[in-house]
């Protein structure tokens, strides 16, 4: 151990490796169910040359590494260790915006930049990324692409992995790779920047498309050493709009063809519970927040850009309000307890503090999973029947549904919030997480991000899917020292 630690320090230097009882604590557990395990040490490299060292020294000395770039809370123990005597690799000291390219509408960043970091450093040249719904201040941005968190403008997302591009990625047997456009013979993004390179196209090098192996993986493939992501020019016009039922049926058919046809910024679904959970400003005003705003709210932003915004608004307006007569229902511009403008900034922005999730009581846990939209109504009412069985109150689960890929499927989220201090509540949320898990599977919910006890669930049915896995995960770290127990590894 005390020559593990020496070669530790002699890649980062001795204030960039953690051993100490309190500082390893605070990395051994998150906010979901998995077992605690203390990492042996915690490392904090400052560039792809560290990565690289560290990768190479694990290989040689068959010691578990576990990649982590966002700062807390962490919610589905991805990096949480699954085995012991493991060496946590924290990557938030690289947190440098390399480029932002206004023409191109693409920037590269570091595995340690945050949303709340990069949203306004873009807005200085007119960009924005688009963003999951309220993603917490702390979560790096690489992170959340890599793990295809949802995003919410659907519109924009011209496959899954969008807007994420190109990539430099150390292996998990210590050789290095970029991806897409940027794989060429040069491995310097300066040099390739001289020649015109803009790591735009995130397809090869080659035949191949690399990103797929990293994407979703949890850290088990190799280390993100950068990225490249794809903005857009931020609104001269920006409004939100909404259309309210008390039930979801009601909604669908205008959801689909409203994603058809291209319409709208940001789209998304909300039950009144997660809507409270959203704009509450406390557990009083959350739930007099429930009980005034309908049940289902569906709500769309509308911008308009560089030429003529004014009148691209305009046009988009009449076009929403149009298609909502068509289908019986009827375009809002404010819902009951918040103004418009309250909404609109809330939705384009990080979380504030406490974290959204945890205003309510505390504590949460999520079940989502990918589907489509015309579903999603017999996984709500499965989700609500094991609730009651189990005796959890399912007025307070807020949903959230969450067009992707242009409207091609969808993204569905049960949020379970619970006291953690309540060690009865605790239990039944437990209870309820995992049961409804094994209904909403069984009934053909995607699960695409299997995390802790999902992993199971999902590889057990795909016997072929799961052998291919392994034998990518043989090439790229035959020596299985990247984030080993997750996934099917």
Known sequence: MDNKKKTLIGIVGKENVLEYQKSLETYARDQSFVLPIEPWFVVRPKNMEEVQAIVKWANESTTP???????APHFHGDTVPSVPEATLVDLS??????????????????PGVTYS???????KEGLRLTT???PRRTKSVIASLLERQPTIIPRYQYSMTEPLRNLGVVWGNGDILYTGEAGGSVYSLEDQWKAGGRQVDPKGPGQTDYLRFVTGAQGTMGIVVWASVKCELLPDVHKVFFIATEKLE?????????????????????NNSQLANILGKGIDHIITLRGALPHWVLIMGVAGRALFPEEKAAVQEKDISDLAQYFGLKLLSAIPGVTNREV?????NPSGEPYWKFKYKGGCQDIFFLTTLDKTPQFIKTMYSVAETLKYQASEIGIYIQPQHQGVEHHCEFSLPFDPEDWKEVTRVKELYCKASEELIGQGAYFSRPYGMWANMVYNRDVQGTIALRKIKQIFDPKNVMNPGKLCF
Not at 65 to 71: A, D, F, K, N, T
Not at 117 to 123: M, V
Not at 344 to 348: C, H, K, P
Request: charged residues 25%; aromatic residues 2%; positive net charge.
């Open 117 to 123: 970091q990069l949203q306004p450093e873009l807005a």
């Open 250 to 270: 009601a909604l669908i058919e205008f959801s689909q063809r409203l994603q058809r046809l291209r319409l709208g910024d940001e789209v998304l679904l909300l």
């Open 65 to 71: 590494l576990v990649p982590m770039s966002s700062g």
């Open 93 to 110: 000291r690289m947190s440098a915006i390399r480029r932002i390219d206004r023409r191109n509408r693409m920037a590269v960043i570091e």
């Open 344 to 348: 609109l900034d809330t939705l384009i």
């Open 132 to 134: 999951p719904l309220l």
